[in-house]
C-alpha cells in the first residue's frame, strides 16, 4: 500500500488537499469518489516508498523528532495496534512529506516489516541510534517504555543544543556589533575627519598614520578581502570533506587551550549518554559502541572509540579500553568501573553521562560568561583607539598655535 498526496473538490466546490492510501493510483481515485471527491491532481506523496529516493536527503528536526516519539510511545502504550498508531500520528501531522513517510512506514509494517526494519527506509529521518534502540525494545516487547526513552533522549539533546545557542546568541550579536562599528568608523567617519590633517601638511602621530592605512585599505581592497575570505572559508569546507584533511583538522581542534577541552568534553557526553539509552534499551554492549561512537562528530575522538569497540569485542573491559583511549575524564572512568564491578552498568553510564553534561554546561558558562566582558573591551579599545588617533593631531596643533 502506497500512500498518494491529492487535490480535490467537494461538493460544494471547495479545493481540499490531503494524503490517501491505495494499492494503486487507480484505487486512490476511485477511494476518493467514493468519499464525494472529485480528484483535480494524484501524485506519489513525497516520503512515500515510491519517492523514498528523494526523501532519504531530507530529515526530521530534532523537536519534529521528538514530537512524533512521544505521539508514537502514547499511543504504543495505550495498547493500540502499530497500524493504527502510525495512521493516527500521521493525521496529526502538519506536513505532508512528513504525512506520506509515517503511511510509508506503515504500509512496511502491514507488509510483515518491523517498525525498526521499516524506518530503515528513511536513515535521515531516523539515525541508527533510534532504529537500533527501536530494534531492541521490538525484541524485547517493551517498545512503548522504550519509544518514552527516546523521546526523553530527544528532547533532551534539543534543549540542551537550544541551551547553547541561547548562551552564544548575546556574544555574537556583541561580535558582529563590534565588527560593524569598526568597520563603519574606518570606512566613512574617519577619512572625512583625517582629510583635514593631511590638508595641513603637519607631521602625523604614527597612530593616525596607521589608522589612515587601515581606513585607506579597507576603502580600497574591504570587497576584495571580503570575496578573498568567502573564497578560503568555501576551499577549507572542500577540503575537509576529504578524511585525512578532515581528521587533522579535529585534532588540532582539540589541542586549542581552552576550546579543546570543551569539545573533548562535549564528545564524551554525548557518548556516555547515548550508550547509556542503548544499554537501558537492550542493545548489547558491544554494538551499542559502535553506535554511539558514530554520533561523534570529532574525528580523531571517533576512531578511538572505535578501538574501543574493537577491544571490548575481543573480551576486554570497558573502562581499560576507555583509559587507553585518554579522551575521558578520570571521574567518568572511576563511575563506569564501578558500575562494571557491581552489574549496574547502565545506571553508572546514565549517571556518568548527567555529572559530565553539567560539567560541560558550566564550561560553557564560564566561556560565555568571559566572551561578553571580552567583546566589550574589544568595542571600547577599538573606539578608544579611533579617538586618540583623531584628537592627538589636534592636541599637537594646539600646542603649535600657542
Known amino acids: 500500500m502506497a500512500a498518494y498526496e491529492y487535490l480535490a473538490m467537494d461538493q460544494t466546490g471547495r479545493k481540499l488537499r490531503g494524503v490517501q492510501e491505495a494499492d494503486s493510483e487507480r484505487q486512490a481515485r476511485q477511494l476518493l469518489r467514493e468519499r464525494h471527491l472529485v480528484p483535480l491532481r494524484l501524485r506519489a506523496a513525497r516520503g512515500s516508498l515510491r519517492t523514498v529516493g528523494s526523501n532519504n536527503r531530507r530529515g526530521l528536526g530534532a523537536a519534529e523528532l521528538a514530537m512524533l516519539t512521544r505521539q508514537l510511545a502514547t499511543l504504543v502504550q495505550a495498547a493500540l495496534p502499530l497500524e493504527e498508531v502510525l495512521a493516527a500520528v500521521a493525521a496529526q501531522c502538519e506536513k505532508r512529506s512528513h504525512q506520506g513517510m509515517l503511511l510509508a512506514i506503515r504500509a512496511r509494517v502491514l507488509e510483515g516489516h518491523g517498525l525498526a526494519r521499516a524506518m530503515a527506509e528513511f536513515p535521515r529521518a531516523f539515525p541508527a541510534l533510534y532504529r537500533a534502540t527501536v530494534a531492541a525494545g521490538e525484541r524485547a516487547g517493551h517498545l512503548g517504555q522504550v519509544l518514552l526513552q527516546l523521546a526523553d533522549y530527544t528532547e533532551a539533546r534539543h534543549a540542551a543544543r537550544q541551551q547553547i545557542q541561547l548562551a552564544l546568541l548575546y556574544p555574537s550579536i556583541l ?77 588540532a581542534q582539540l589541542r586549542l587551550p581552552v576550546l579543546g577541552k570543551v569539545l573533548r568534553a562535549g564528545s564524551c557526553s554525548r557518548f556516555i549518554s547515548t550508550l547509556a539509552i542503548l544499554g537501558r534499551s537492550g542493545v548489547p554492549l558491544v554494538d551499542a559502541l559502535e553506535i554511539a561512537a558514530e554520533v561523534v562528530a570529532n574525528q580523531q575522538i571517533r576512531t578511538g572509540l572505535k578501538d574501543v569497540s574493537r577491544a571490548v569485542r575481543e573480551g576486554g573491559g570497558l573502562t581499560r579500553a576507555l583509559e587507553r583511549s585518554g579522551h575521558f575524564p578520570p571521574m567518568m572512568l572511576y563511575m563506569i568501573a564501578s558500575g562494571e564491578r557491581s552489574g549496574e552498568l547502565d545506571a553508572m553510564l546514565e549517571r556518568a553521562a548527567r555529572q559530565q553534561e553539567a560539567h560541560l554546561a558550566n564550561r560553557i558558562a564560564l566561556l560565555v560568561g568571559l566572551f561578553e566582558p571580552a567583546m566589550l573591551v574589544f568595542m571600547g579599545a577599538s573606539v578608544l583607539l579611533i579617538v586618540l588617533a583623531i584628537l592627538m593631531p589636534i592636541l599637537s596643533l594646539n600646542q603649535l598655535v600657542t
Request: charged fraction near 15%; avoid cysteine; glycine fraction near 10%.
Open 175 to 251: 561580535l558582529l556589533a563590534a565588527f560593524g562599528i569598526v568597520g563603519f568608523l574606518l570606512g566613512f567617519v574617519v577619512p572625512d575627519v583625517v582629510k583635514v590633517f593631511i590638508d595641513s601638511g603637519q607631521e602625523l602621530p604614527a597612530l593616525t598614520r596607521g589608522l589612515i592605512a587601515a581606513s585607506a585599505a579597507l576603502r580600497d581592497y574591504g570587497l576584495i578581502m571580503l570575496v578573498l575570505l568567502a573564497g578560503l572559508v568555501g576551499a577549507s569546507r572542500l577540503m575537509l570533506h576529504r578524511p585525512a584533511a578532515r581528521l587533522r583538522w579535529h585534532a
